[in-house]
């Protein structure tokens, strides 16, 4: 159920489409839309003196959790069609923070964010910031997609719009959307029309659950951003990850565990292919948006190709199959470690669980 305002969202027609519309125009959510947009955008830095708060970050197709007494701020960026998307229990502050970039997750991963919800209370509404998903025009056909897009030329932003709105709508619990900053609220145009996006990204206190445009660097996207960005490639094969987000962040330890997994010798041999190829051609190859993205996106995709091809083998990564775990040293900086000296066995894989309509 939706709800805005405290007044249950009722339009006038269910269908996922009307319904976007429909929030787009909403009084309320047009006015936080402003609101938001003349907020100046957060740069977390590291080597910033003022960014001194416990941060977690989640990349594309990440999720987490967050305790609010163990961290502070609590983000995502690097968006363009996808949507950055906060659910917040108000009661307790536990906050979800994912990167939603299809409607092919969406089913799964509202449900695995829903650990933020309270079992022993049916009326807790938990506020939802829904931001990122800029208007853009036919989308070329991607190296990720093409494992899951049957149609490229529809678009990405509106689909992933349609489909996390008719989630809420179906759903039992009570969501309050607090801001839409999606689709029209995110787009900006050049003299010639071209649209761009407004924000790329956001971040959340807490401790009040304020959310802000934000945008991270290479010292705040972490730990392990290559290895967490090949996992985003290498779980388009991998058939136990359909339609689920990626979970490396362990809510009640404060740590990050990356379990290991197994890249291919296809991934390796495209990497090779791409790595020589020039800037446009790579943002024309691997962009559902090639003239809007960050300017360190192509660098990005060369130093995970590099990677790649220095380490075909993932058992080269993962040794002795174990995983890569990481603890927090300070506020911003992470160490990868082993519990007492040990190494940290694997986590069980959680069994896929079939999700219908109204169950979460």
Request: proline share 6%.
């Amino acid at each position: 159920m939706i709800y805005i305002k405290g007044a249950r969202f009722l339009p006038d027609s269910s269908s996922g489409h009307d319904m976007v519309l429909s929030l787009l125009e909403h009084p309320d959510l047009v006015s936080a839309s402003h609101s938001f947009s003349a907020i100046p955008e957060r740069k977390f830095v590291v080597s910033e003196e003022s960014i001194q708060a416990k941060c977690v970050y989640v990349f594309q197709r990440e999720y987490a959790t967050v305790d609010p007494a163990l961290v502070e701020v609590f983000g995502t960026d690097e968006a363009t069609t996808c949507v950055g998307m906060v659910v917040r229990n108000c009661r307790t502050g536990m906050t979800s923070v994912a990167h939603l970039d299809s409607p092919n997750v969406v089913d799964i991963g509202l449900f695995q964010m829903m650990s933020v919800s309270d079992s022993d209370n049916d009326d807790i509404v938990l506020d939802v910031h829904i931001v990122g998903a800029f208007e853009d025009s036919a989308p070329q056909l991607t190296y990720s997609v093409l494992f899951e897009q049957e149609n490229p030329m529809e678009g990405y932003s509106f689909p992933l719009c349609m489909k996390i709105v008719e989630n809420l709508a179906e759903s039992v619990f009570k969501f309050e959307i607090k801001h839409f900053q999606v689709l029209k609220h995110n787009t900006r145009r050049d003299s010639k029309g071209n649209p761009y996006p407004i924000f790329h990204g956001l971040a959340v206190e807490t401790s009040s659950g304020s959310v802000i445009p934000a945008s991270f660097d290479s010292s705040t996207r972490c730990p392990d951003d290559i290895i967490r960005r090949i996992r985003l490639s290498a779980s388009f094969e991998d058939p136990r990850q359909t339609g689920r987000l990626l979970d490396t962040y362990e809510t009640q330890t404060d740590r990050f565990v990356i379990t290991p997994f197994s890249w291919s010798k296809r991934l390796v041999h495209y990497a090779s292919m791409m790595r020589h190829r020039s800037d446009i051609e790579i943002l024309l190859t691997t962009s559902t948006s090639p003239s809007a993205e960050g300017p360190d996106f192509v660098d990005n995709q060369r130093r995970i190709w590099e990677y790649l091809i220095r380490h075909p083998d993932w058992r080269q990564v993962f040794h002795s199959k174990l995983a890569r775990v990481f603890e927090r040293v300070g506020n911003m900086s992470w160490v990868m470690t082993t519990d007492e000296g040990s190494v940290v066995p694997l986590r069980p894989k959680i069994p896929k669980q079939k999700i219908g309509k109204n169950t979460y």
